[in-house]
């Protein structure tokens, strides 16, 4: 079916380590995918996004990798601090022209003092 | 300042009653969507909406009834006969056609007793 989903719903990490945050999803027709951050109480806030033509993309100590032969995606955090601790999403479109996002269920980030 | 605010961050209702959420957004987006998140659990679809006056059901939207008479606003109702309204609730909007990124308000958390 069309899912998203992710493989540990935890994760802790000590700070300055490196985080790496997966994410399956189901659909082979999934063209583009965001990873979104969601601190406790507030709103999901837009981390990075990749499309489906691409295997990498970098931001600001953040990469997502997308791995389509085994329907995967990840998120690596460089250098965690304190503010990384939150829920991360990730969500895909399927379809071009389709502005509906599916969501995956979160993997909580906890970065150790 | 350009955002998307969603009013108000805590609501109480009694069972039996109908609530409604607003949602305003000043970032000229055309699509605005309703989402539902539960604790523990990503975010689901209720209803969207790609252009003033047209909005479509999503993934959840039995109980819940939306408008769309302006472009900046995107009220969203929960009716009696929705029957687990307990839940936080997301606005979010994006530039359809442009950029599948959606923006998202901070929430409001509804409590139905």
């Known amino acids: 079916g069309e899912s998203v989903g992710l493989h540990l719903p935890t994760l802790s990490v000590q700070e300055g380590d490196n985080s790496i945050i997966n994410c399956a999803y189901s659909?082979?027709?999934?063209?583009?995918f965001i990873w979104y951050k969601q601190e406790s109480g507030k709103g999901p806030q837009f981390i990075i996004d990749i499309r489906s033509n691409m295997d990498k993309r970098q931001g600001q100590r953040v990469t997502v990798l997308l791995n389509k032969t085994v329907k995967h995606l990840s998120l690596q955090i460089a250098a965690t601090q304190p503010g990384d601790s939150a829920v991360y999403f990730c969500?895909?479109?399927?379809?071009?022209?389709?502005?509906?996002?599916?969501f995956g269920t979160g993997t909580r980030l906890t970065i150790i003092p | 300042d350009g955002g998307i605010t969603q009013s108000p961050k805590y609501l109480f209702r009694k069972e039996g009653q109908n609530v409604t959420l607003s949602c305003e957004q000043n970032?000229?987006?055309?699509?605005m969507y309703w989402y539902r998140q539960d604790p523990g659990q990503g975010l689901r679809l209720i209803y969207y909406?790609?252009?003033?006056?047209?909005?479509q059901k999503g993934d959840i939207a039995e109980g819940y009834s939306v408008s769309r008479e302006k472009k900046e606003s995107f009220p969203l109702t929960v009716t009696s006969a929705q029957k687990n309204p307990t839940a936080f609730y997301l606005c979010a909007s994006s530039l359809a056609g442009v950029s599948y990124e959606q923006y998202f308000g901070p929430g409001t958390r509804l409590t139905v007793t």
């Open positions: 909406s790609q252009i003033v006056n047209d909005f």
């Open positions: 970032l000229n987006h055309d699509a």
């Open positions: 969500a895909e479109i399927v379809g071009f022209g389709n502005e509906k996002l599916t």
């Open positions: 659909n082979s027709a999934s063209d583009y």
